[in-house]
């Protein structure tokens, strides 16, 4: 079953401003996970918080993970063309069961 | 040095044919998944290896076999091939660094079956 749901589904930006996406979940986990997919190109992992943990940051990127309300924000800060691109929300369920379980993905357009 | 590897890239096939689609880590990982990606995107897990050993078989038809002759590969096999199973499917692996960074994909294949 579906774990992540994300939002928005699509959104555009100017190149140079702020791209937030939010990513919603069902069951208590160990970690959330953000990945990013380039059109016809395989999953990348950007950056993974943990359960006990309410916000990380690597370079551009700003995560934010609020388990009471089973919910994350995956924020890029400055954006560039080269950002275009799907992103995943994906969680590691508390059960362990060793499998991540991901959204639908927020199309990223980066606009020039 | 590609970390995990996917062969072939793109497979098309008539239904109702056998075909194989085979990965390869060279990350040293104990774990190894097939996940299906269809064509909204939507991306779910079929099956997961962990030391050549089955640990994760989600509903999938048996059709799907997947098969494991050591760590660091993990193959799939579909029988009789049906439109339905156009997709792209992705392998990827974890290790025992996976609760800081995650999985490693491979770039996928893109099964088209007509």
């Known amino acids: 079953s579906q774990q992540g749901e994300e939002d928005p589904q699509a959104l555009s930006i100017q190149e140079g401003e702020n791209a937030t996406m939010n990513c919603s979940y069902k069951?208590?986990?160990?970690?959330l996970q953000w990945y990013r997919q380039n059109s016809g190109r395989g999953l990348v992992h950007l950056i993974l918080i943990r359960s006990n943990e309410r916000e990380k940051h690597s370079g551009r990127l700003r995560v934010t993970l609020d388990t009471s309300k089973k919910s994350s924000s995956l924020l890029i800060t400055a954006s560039r063309a080269a950002d275009t691109a799907s992103y995943f929300c994906a969680t590691e369920r508390m059960n362990r069961d060793d499998k991540i379980i991901f959204g639908k993905g927020t199309r990223l357009h980066i606009l020039p | 040095d590609t970390a995990v590897s996917q062969t072939p890239k793109y497979l098309v096939t008539q239904m109702g044919n056998d075909k194989s689609i085979k990965c390869e880590q060279n990350?040293?990982?104990?774990?190894m998944y097939w996940y299906k990606q269809d064509s909204k995107k939507f991306l779910k897990i079929m099956f997961s290896?962990?030391?050549?050993?089955?640990?994760i078989n989600e509903t999938v038809p048996n059709r799907f076999s997947p098969k494991s002759p050591d760590k660091a590969h993990l193959n799939l096999h579909i029988n009789s091939l049906e439109l339905g199973d156009s997709a792209v499917y992705f392998c990827a692996s974890s290790g025992r660094d996976r609760p800081n960074y995650g999985y490693t994909f491979g770039s996928g294949t893109r099964l088209t079956v007509v």
């Open positions: 069951t208590s986990i160990n970690n």
């Open positions: 290896y962990n030391n050549k050993e089955l640990i």
């Open positions: 990350l040293g990982h104990d774990t």
